[in-house]
């Protein structure tokens, strides 16, 4: 699903606390991913979450982790990808509007955004940050084998589950093998993530 505020039915902070509130502290967290990502803030939030939780996480792309879900799999202490699975890296970007001062102003904060993702892949990459940036700037899309050669990934485990998919008209690059479809309106109904 799409990351983002919980109040509006995504998949957001308050739905992981919650999650892992039930599980307790000294569980170890299986973490499945399949999304096209979100919002930034909700997404680094959930990467803390997880990557703070004391029993540890794994963490299982079982179609997609693009965009800000690439950063939340980060959280993994282990990161298993399926095979025909998909990771996305990308600049963050926003939809703006406003005098001149009010849209510097967004490009620092996108500036600073694009600044705290990368000191989180940072962790896990094996490349220097001017690699990284590289690969934002061209949104790079993975498959298993370069995810885990980069160190973005650990193993492939099983097949996708689905095939990958994000919402229409949002990414420049989208390779094949991944759908676009028309982003439907989330549900607001209570979500049971804790199994």
Known sequence: DVIGPTSMGYIGNADVFDALVEIGKTERVTVHINSPGGSVDEGVGIYNLLKNHPGKVDVIVDSLAASIASVIAMAGE?????????????????????????LRKQADLLDLYQSSIIKIYEDRAKLS??????????????EPEQA????????????????????????????????????????????????
Do not use: Y
Not at 86 to 97: D, G
Not at 162 to 173: L, M, S
């Open 78 to 102: 282990t990161i298993t990808m399926t095979k025909g699975s998909k990771l996305m890296i990308h600049e963050p970007w926003t939809v703006a509007m406003g005098n001149s001062k009010a």
């Open 129 to 142: 940050r001017d690699e990284i940036i590289s690969l934002l700037e061209a949104e790079t899309w993975m």
């Open 148 to 195: 885990i050669a980069i160190g973005f990934a650990d193993s492939i485990k099983g097949c996708a589950i689905e095939t990958p998919a994000v919402p229409q008209n949002t990414f420049q690059n989208v390779p094949k093998g991944v759908r676009e479809v028309k982003l439907e309106k989330p549900s607001t109904k209570h979500r049971d993530h804790a199994k």
